[in-house]
């Protein structure tokens, strides 16, 4: 190949991130991976059973390329029984691959090049690359840690706004932090996007598991916010189901109809016999939930209980699938390098926060523990991260 060749600029760097490097490492010298969010729960049976029935009986061509109808339906149901929000499921609702296209089209649907897109800091790494496909930039707006969880700074919300601002990306119940947003902070990022006309896209594919009797509050349901915000969510984390890639936006029917002209390109479509079972299987999302809750609520007791007793300060995970811990105690003023030592001093991997930051120089102490494990898994990480503090 010419050797001079050269990647793209969009793509330029996005190559190998902290995560390849994590999980190889986790391979390699059998450490217990708490790095990466990937489940390792038991999906809903009767799930399992409707997705391989509908392949054994030939459901496996082309949906719909906004989804299977029955599906945007459960969705609109959904959104209607929970939020009090109505959406009109034939164009008001669009089925993506994942919560991952859906965020990747909605940029490329609301930006052009040189628009900026408020993110808060730290945030998901697919946000600042999705944005970079788009032209666009994310601007960051920090989110500081305060007493043992992280808050919104509404003062530097304003601040972070130009004639240039598009989209405000929103997060709660937010990864990598655990926070879930208050509702005065969310009053606050709808006053912003109302008073400078910012669509708001939101990512939400941890409602239903807010912890300790907590309630997740989405951004749409503030006073005029319906009209101007794409909500996303997905199925894989609520079902550990992260393998199926079956997510879905709402909103106003210009914005999906924008979105869906970028997702077409995208993907066309997403897969037939996930979208028939989980059609049949999200109107009962909140039985399931309510287990799923208990099971990881637990999980994220014992592993906060367990940084605390190897003296890495935990911070309150109030929902999702991950702890943040301060490594400063065990003499690191760098997530990063603790995280390379980590599976050899102690056989556990975890991922540096720094990962997440937008910010260059912002605070690398922290770094993510993630819970979404088999409960042996968690105990066997704490007892090795208590013996090696
Ligand atoms: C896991 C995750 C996603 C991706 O969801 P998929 O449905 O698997 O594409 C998006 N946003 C956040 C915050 C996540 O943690």
Known sequence: ?????????????????????????ARATGAVNLGQGVPE????????????????AGRNQYPPATGFPALREAVAAHQARRYGLEYRPQDEVLVTTGATEALAATLLALCDPGDEVIAFDPCYDAYAADARLAGARLVPVPLE??????????????????PRS???????????????????????VAEVCREHGLTAVTDEVYEHLVYDGGQHRTLAALPGMRERTLTVSSAGK????????????????????????????????????????????????????????????????LLSE??????????????GYFVQADV?????????????????RAGVVAIPTSAFCLRPGAPSTLVRFSFCKREESVLMAVEKLVKAG
């Open 238 to 301: 609520t079902f550990n189901v992260t393998g199926w890639k079956i997510g879905w936006v709402c909103g106003p029917a210009p914005l999906v109809a924008a979105v869906a002209a970028a997702k077409q390109f995208l993907t066309y479509a997403s897969g037939t016999p996930y979208q028939e079972a989980l059609a049949r299987t999200l109107g009962g999302v909140e039985a399931w939930a309510t287990e799923l809750r208990r099971t990881l609520q637990r999980n994220r007791d």
């Open 166 to 188: 598009r989209v405000l990306l929103l997060n709660t119940p937010h990864n990598p932090t655990g926070k879930v947003f208050t509702a005065a902070e969310l009053a606050a």
């Open 145 to 162: 840690p305060d007493g043992d969880t992280f808050a919104l700074d509404a003062d530097a919300l304003r601040a972070a706004v130009t």
């Open 306 to 319: 367990g940084l605390t007793r190897a003296g890495l300060r935990p911070y309150r995970a109030e929902a």
């Open 328 to 344: 400063r105690a065990w003499g690191y003023s760098d997530g990063v390098r603790f995280c390379r030592e980590l599976p050899l």
């Open 1 to 25: 190949m010419n050797t001079d060749w050269n990647p793209a600029a969009r793509v330029r760097g996005m190559g190998t991130s902290i995560f390849t490097e994590m999980t190889e490492l």
């Open 41 to 56: 729960l038991d999906a809903p049976a009767g799930l399992l059973r409707e997705a391989a029935e509908a392949v054994l």
